[in-house]
């Protein structure tokens, strides 16, 4: 793994890679990230979200219409959520809402569906590129943060987070640790440390 | 152009006013995402320049009007503080020149940036002068460059600039405020250091086919060095962080 | 972004009513604090001000002017705040709006009333006096840009050098000699959230507060005070917090010595 910027060269050849680019017979990589040789694989670093079919967002109801609600999903682009999709329930301004991406439009309207209202929790931005991290492989790093805070966690691919319980200042710590460390090695075993160190002074008091 | 009567001598025996050879460049200092709120910054000093770039977006585009359903829209401001110059107090606020460089600054990265990625969207550049000494145009887009990649917006290549042109009847490269005035010619160009694509050109004063050439030449070579220290101010967000 | 602020505000107010700050800091202390004086050579004097995530850069500059008609033999201050569009993103280009105005005059009352310049000392000539531009740029805003802007000007305005003036020209080249200045104005700024004090806001406790209360002190006297936004203050509140001011007061000016 190296990291890579702008312009950089990062194959001899033409190769579809994501956040890449072809020109001629080379690729180049189109922002700063983490490119892996082996697996022709490049990971920004940093970057606006953009949603996709099937991602699940904390969203924030921004306006409340007739036909549904207009969502702010930390992108360029609003979340709308039809108010059929909702069933019963009814939002208010500032709800905070757990949704899903049902499409992106050619205009890029975004179709939100399976909302979900989250109560009493804390919110917590971090960059949607490290949302990865935070939720760890086969959600291994997630389920570290709630079993050792005992709380209640939704991440967003938007980079929004809601967290709620007694611990949520020591899991938003570990986030925000995760956020800062999340392109170095080792970072499950440095969180499993860390979450060691601060859940054990809360049971020894 | 300042007053002949003044006009001090540029180059004595090949060297100039601050010592440096004809084809060397000031010394350079970036440091990236520096400020708390903005989504990519970089603060650059070149040689007695000070400047501070920032880039927010892409977001929602206002005003709607310049929205475009195709692309992600760039606007860009350049501006120089009251304090900036060594002389008297300047006045705040866009003045025509400002105007045109933003303009000159922003078609640079349309070019560079991916905007077709972010339709409907708005991208914000601001290039703020604090302290200015000859080059503020170049020095700003090096810095804007190094923003934009620490925002993560897509691009094909960090842009770098540096003005060349003629002083003391001799071709060089990136001319203090003093050089400037009493200099004979002065061309900004902004590159992509890529495949050396001319991006930002302007011209004023006398050169000849030849002079521009040469001077070509060495805003080419002088770019690849100012390329390796802005990758490296992008990269260098990431190392400190153990 | 209205909305946003309004599920932070809720945040805030419930930490508050815990005895806590969303940094845990007391409710009477500043963010660090850190001071670079001299940061730029085209000035005659300037400071780099941090409090927390907020920073201001103070740019002072001397240059020959016309008094104004009701005070011919005093030399011009004149302050101005600008908003840089790259210090937030609800700070919008165009000309100066009513916040960036507000805190212009409320850091130059401070720095005016203290006296710490004599304005009659910058008199040249019939006609002539010395115009002090103190210009103060915002460059990153994580809230109390009042304390974070006062603090840099003052700071810069204790290394600044007095060009001088001969055969009717400015002269800036060394050696100048350093502008005299007769009086260390500090403000202190309160904001009250959900009914109680606390000291430098944070951006997230800006959006949660009430009121808002400045007060400016040099070493003896108060010398400005400013309150902001819809609530109110008592008389015993307003004691209180000058007495913070003046203590707070001291190790500020400790700071920028």
């Known amino acids: 793994m190296r990291i890579v910027v702008p312009g950089e060269m990062i194959a001899d050849s033409p190769k579809e890679i994501s956040y890449a680019y072809i020109d001629g017979d080379k690729t180049y990589s189109s922002v700063v990230g983490l490119f892996s040789e082996q697996d022709l694989r490049l990971i920004p670093l940093q970057g606006p979200y953009v949603p996709i079919t099937e991602d699940v967002v904390v969203g924030v109801v921004e306006d409340v219409k007739f036909a549904g609600y207009n969502m702010d999903i930390t992108s360029p682009y609003k979340g709308f959520l039809l108010a059929k999709e909702c069933g019963r329930e009814q939002f208010d301004l500032g709800d905070i809402v757990l949704a899903k991406v049902r499409d992106v439009d050619e205009v890029k309207n975004v179709n939100l569906i399976e909302p979900r209202k989250l109560l009493n929790g804390e919110i917590i931005e971090i960059s949607s590129v490290k949302v990865p991290r935070v939720i760890g492989k086969k959600s291994s790093m997630l389920e570290m943060i709630k079993a050792a805070t005992k709380c209640e966690i939704h991440v967003g691919k938007n980079g929004r987070i809601w967290i709620k319980g007694q611990n949520s200042a020591t899991a938003t710590r570990a986030i925000l640790k995760i956020e800062k460390e999340a392109h170095t090695d080792g970072l499950t075993d440095r969180i499993g440390a860390f979450l060691k160190e601060q859940t054990g002074d809360i049971n020894g008091q | ?242 | 972004m209205e909305i946003l602020d309004e599920v932070k505000k809720d945040f805030v107010i419930d930490l508050i009513r815990k005895n806590k700050r969303p940094d845990e800091r007391d409710f009477l202390s500043y963010r660090p604090i850190t001071i670079q004086k001299d940061v730029l050579t085209s000035t005659e004097g300037s400071a780099l001000v941090k409090i927390g995530n907020s920073q201001v850069l103070v740019g002072i500059k001397m240059d020959k002017g016309t008094p104004f008609t009701d005070r011919p033999k005093e030399g011009i201050l004149a302050t101005n705040a600008e908003l840089l569009p790259l210090a937030s993103p609800t700070f919008e280009l165009g000309p100066p709006d009513e916040r960036s105005i507000e805190l212009a005059r409320v850091v130059d009352r401070g720095i005016r009333s203290s006296s710490a310049i004599d304005l009659k000392s910058l008199y040249i000539a019939e006609n002539l006096v010395w115009a002090v531009f103190i210009d103060l740029y915002v460059l990153d805003h994580d809230g109390n840009l009042i304390d974070t802007a006062a603090l840099a000007a003052m700071a810069a305005l204790l290394n600044t050098k007095q060009p001088k003036f001969e055969d009717g020209k400015v002269i800036r080249k060394e050696p100048m000699d350093k502008l005299k200045i007769n009086a260390r104005a500090v403000t202190c700024t309160f904001a009250k959230i959900d009914g109680k004090l606390v000291l430098d806001p944070c951006l997230d406790e800006e959006t949660a507060m009430d009121a808002r209360l400045t007060i400016a002190t040099d070493e003896n006297n108060i010398c400005a005070m400013q309150k902001g936004c819809l609530g109110g203050f008592s008389a015993d509140e307003v004691n209180q917090l000058i007495g913070v001011s003046f203590e707070k007061g001291k190790e500020l000016r400790k700071l920028i010595e």
């Open chain 2, 1 to 242: 152009m300042a007053n002949d009567s003044e006009k001090p001598q540029l180059l004595v025996n090949g060297k100039r006013i601050d010592g440096r050879a004809l084809d060397e460049i000031r010394e350079i200092k970036i440091q990236a995402g520096i400020l708390n709120k903005a989504d990519g910054s970089a603060y650059l000093e070149w040689g007695n320049n000070k400047i501070l770039a920032a880039v927010y977006g892409p977001k929602e585009c206002i005003p709607k009007h310049d929205m475009n359903p195709y692309k992600a829209v760039i606007h860009c401001r350049y501006a120089m503080a009251p304090f900036s110059s060594l002389e008297e107090h300047g006045r705040s606020g866009p003045n025509r020149r400002s105007t045109e460089l933003s303009k000159v600054i922003r078609e640079v990265f349309e070019n560079v940036i991916f905007t077709e990625l972010y339709p409907k969207t708005a991208i914000d550049i601001f290039i703020e002068i604090l302290q200015g000494d000859g080059g503020t145009r170049c020095a700003g887009i090096t810095a804007a460059s190094v923003a934009l990649a620490n925002a993560g917006i897509p691009m094909k290549d960090l842009v770098a600039a540096v003005a060349v042109g003629k002083i003391g009847g001799e071709v060089g490269i990136d001319f203090s405020k003093d050089e400037d005035n009493f200099g004979e010619s002065d061309l900004p160009l902004a590159i992509a250091p890529r495949n050396n694509e001319i991006l930002l050109l302007q011209m004023d004063g006398l050169l000849t086919k030849e002079e521009l050439n040469k001077a070509f030449g060495m805003a080419f070579e002088a770019v690849k060095r100012i390329n390796k220290i802005q990758s490296e101010a992008v990269r260098a967000v990431y190392k400190n962080t153990e």
